[in-house]
């Protein structure tokens, strides 16, 4: 049963828990195991949807995450009235952009071009904040908390959008014009992140473990902690990432 392990002992007591993750990020939460800093051990959890781990900590299934960046969790908190809490200090942080294979310049993107944008509201805003910042777009007032494909008023080219799972965006690569992702995405399916990218999103949002509030304070949450702090294990994760995840104190 999931969660198993980090159900056997109470507290912040337990030496064992799980923590749930996507095949995305899968090689920093493996390296996280292998460096754990001793006695603590954690069985690794794998889903397939971008907010099936949040779900399943939110009902005891698992112990805690990492996965999602800062302002997901937020969202998700506000929207489902749930607590989640990521723990300071953050981890690490992967670079946004718009990506092609069909242009090396977003000037050379076509009129009535596919685009496939993050359909989750706090990536849409993020995606099309980027888009109005690169001229591509203009905004106009924000709708609600964050901007929307209701909020375009203008589309001086009339792309047209194609709502994803941010996690998903990038299998739409080459029958798109361009896609809105992550640096992370792009290294895991192959691709050299700097070399399609046209255009790059300084503001990052930053990513860490997420428990339940009661867990925040658990040895085994700053077990987790200290370990992506150590050399060794920074070393390890810039060799195999190179630019695609960064760390956030390197």
Not at 37 to 66: K, Q, R, T
């Amino acid at each position: 049963m999931i969660g198993a392990i980090g159900q056997t002992q109470a507290g912040s007591s337990k030496t064992k828990f799980t923590l749930g993750c996507m095949p995305l990020n899968l090689p920093t939460v493996e390296l996280i195991k292998e460096f754990l800093i001793p006695p603590y051990e954690m069985e690794i959890v794998v889903f397939d949807a971008n907010h099936l781990p949040a779900m399943a900590l939110i009902n005891g299934e698992i112990d805690s995450l990492i996965l999602n960046h800062n302002v997901w969790i937020d969202t998700f908190n506000e929207q489902k009235h749930t607590n989640l809490t990521m723990v300071k200090p953050y981890f690490y942080h992967s670079i946004f952009g718009i990506y092609s294979l069909a242009c090396k310049d977003i000037s050379e993107l076509p009129q009535a071009g596919i685009i496939a944008i993050p359909g989750d509201p706090s990536n849409m805003d993020k995606a099309l904040r980027l888009m109005n910042t690169s001229g591509l777009i203009q905004l106009g007032k924000k709708s609600g908390a964050f901007y929307s494909l209701l909020d375009v008023d203008a589309n001086p080219k009339n792309f047209k959008f194609h709502e994803m799972e941010v996690t998903a965006t990038i299998r739409a690569i080459r029958d798109c014009s361009a896609i809105l992702s992550y640096s992370s995405q792009l290294k895991q399916a192959g691709f050299i992140p700097e070399k399609f990218r046209i255009y790059e999103d300084p503001d990052h949002y930053d990513t860490g473990i997420v428990v339940m509030p009661e867990s925040e304070d658990a040895a085994w949450v700053k077990a987790v902690v200290e370990t992506v702090g150590l050399e060794s294990f920074k070393k390890r994760f810039n060799d195999f990432w190179q630019g695609a995840y960064v760390l956030v104190n390197p």
